[in-house]
């Protein structure tokens, strides 16, 4: 059994949840954030993530990677770091698995155009909005709005990327409502959970691009870490399929993030003198991250995916289709409330910018396949060229 280190979070030290326990608390022997994780894994919300886009709008191929499985490896990898650190592994899990609820169909194309078209009524962010999910939208009980989960994974899924100081209205109604000390750092496990979604993508992005034939080895060799590592590779398993050499570098690609972040986070622990969680919220810098060198190394693999992948002429013209997609929903929504289901006709207000906010949390609740579905109704077809894989 890990010990948990002075600095974790205590599931039995918790601030609590907005609405209190229910009258039915008595489910099985579950920590606070156990029923946290396990809320979430049991929402509509998580299950519509495995039609959302990781990196590919609506792939037919299915190997590729969506919301959903790149929550689950962020999980795997935030569980693995949490129990090296002694923090609490059940937290850790749940923010992992909960921080893309709130991202809308085909990822950033997606966000991009919900932004621009709520300009006029606060905007869209993504992270905002997977607070709204789990707190206003996804609402099972019949006691209280959302999911009521903890302080801890709300606080620390509103700023696992540090303070906000200027938070966006969906988050500072939120904040309003259950105040969740957005000026301090969170906590190492939320800490945990942002920097094991950089680790994840970074590398699992790498396969899903040389699957899709958008990057080459060739292309990715010319990363100098990235081909001292291939150089070892085939000294090790010489005459090997190709394709499990690759495999085999993603994997030693996750290794040296995840040792390096372990070893530089133990060090910034030790160096901060931090004792409790309260003292990491108060450090005033992240604990949780990698050394210089890595750091700089992850800088410049993530330039050559932007550069590569991201911004791939085939996904620029499919981001195009997909933010054209979003935006023309948007506006026939606006203009014709009598396109939208009945439920959320029938709480449509009149006023803005409430209006406009109702039609957003649809639209950014939809999934890529029907969105796609949904603009095919209104519009005949879909753009070609959507999907690119």
């Given at each position: 059994?890990?010990?948990?280190?002075?600095?974790?979070?205590?599931?039995?030290?918790?601030?609590?949840?907005?609405?209190?326990?229910?009258?039915q608390t008595a489910r099985g022997p579950r920590t606070a954030f156990q029923r946290d994780r396990d809320r979430i894994i049991h929402s509509i919300a998580f299950r519509r993530l495995r039609h959302k886009t990781q990196v590919f709008i609506a792939p037919d191929g299915d190997h590729y990677r969506v919301?959903?499985?790149?929550?689950?490896?962020?999980?795997?990898?935030g569980r693995v770091v949490a129990r090296a650190l002694?923090?609490?592994?059940?937290?850790?899990?749940?923010?992992?698995?909960?921080?893309?609820?709130?991202?809308?169909?085909?990822?950033?194309?997606?966000?991009?155009?919900?932004?621009?078209?709520?300009?006029?009524h606060g905007g869209f962010d993504h992270n905002a909005n997977t607070l709204r999910v789990l707190m206003r939208m996804e609402s099972p009980?019949?006691?209280?709005?959302?999911?009521?989960?903890?302080?801890?994974?709300?606080?620390?899924?509103?700023?696992?990327?540090?303070?906000?100081?200027?938070?966006?209205?969906?988050l500072a109604e939120l904040d309003a409502a259950f105040p969740l000390e957005l000026s301090q750092h969170a906590s190492l496990e939320a800490q945990v959970a942002?920097?094991?979604?950089?680790?994840?993508?970074?590398?699992?992005?790498?396969?899903d691009g040389l699957r899709a034939g958008f990057l080459t080895l060739d292309d990715l060799l010319e990363l100098p870490s990235i081909a001292e590592q291939w150089r070892g590779i085939e000294r090790r398993f010489a005459g090997a399929p190709r394709e499990r050499m690759q495999s085999e570098l993603v994997r030693g690609q996750i290794g040296r993030m995840v040792?390096?972040?372990?070893?530089?986070?133990?060090?910034?622990?030790?160096?901060?003198?931090?004792?409790?969680?309260?003292d990491v919220r108060a450090a005033g810098r992240v604990l949780a991250r990698f050394s210089p060198a890595m750091a700089e190394e992850e800088r410049a693999l993530k330039r050559f995916m932007y550069e590569r992948l991201y911004y791939h002429p085939e996904q620029i013209a499919a981001a195009e289709h997909a933010r054209a997609v979003i935006?023309?929903?948007?506006?026939?929504?606006?203009?014709?409330?009598?396109?939208?289901?009945?439920?959320?006709?029938?709480?449509?207000?009149?006023?803005?910018?409430?209006?406009?906010?109702?039609?957003?949390?649809f639209i950014a609740g939809?999934?890529?396949?029907?969105?796609?579905?949904?603009y095919t109704k209104v519009f005949g077809s879909a753009p070609a060229g959507l999907r690119n894989v």
């Open positions: 059994m890990t010990t948990r280190a002075g600095y974790a979070s205590d599931p039995a030290r918790s601030h609590g949840r907005e609405f209190g326990l229910e009258t919301r959903l499985t790149h929550s689950l490896e962020v999980a795997q990898i002694g923090l609490d592994e059940d937290l850790t899990e749940a923010l992992c698995l909960a921080h893309d609820i709130g991202h809308p169909p085909f990822g950033h194309a997606g966000e991009d155009a919900l932004e621009a078209a709520m300009a006029g009980y019949c006691e209280h709005e959302g999911l009521n989960l903890s302080w801890e994974l709300l606080e620390g899924l509103a700023k696992h990327n540090g303070p906000v100081l200027s938070p966006p209205w969906a942002a920097i094991s979604d950089d680790i994840a993508y970074d590398n699992h992005d790498i396969d040792n390096d972040l372990l070893a530089e986070t133990s060090k910034l622990v030790e160096e901060s003198c931090v004792g409790s969680v309260e935006a023309g929903l948007f506006e026939a929504y606006r203009s014709d409330s009598g396109l939208l289901p009945d439920s959320w006709r029938a709480s449509l207000r009149e006023v803005e910018p409430a209006r406009s906010r109702h039609i957003a949390d939809m999934t890529d396949r029907y969105a796609i579905d949904s």
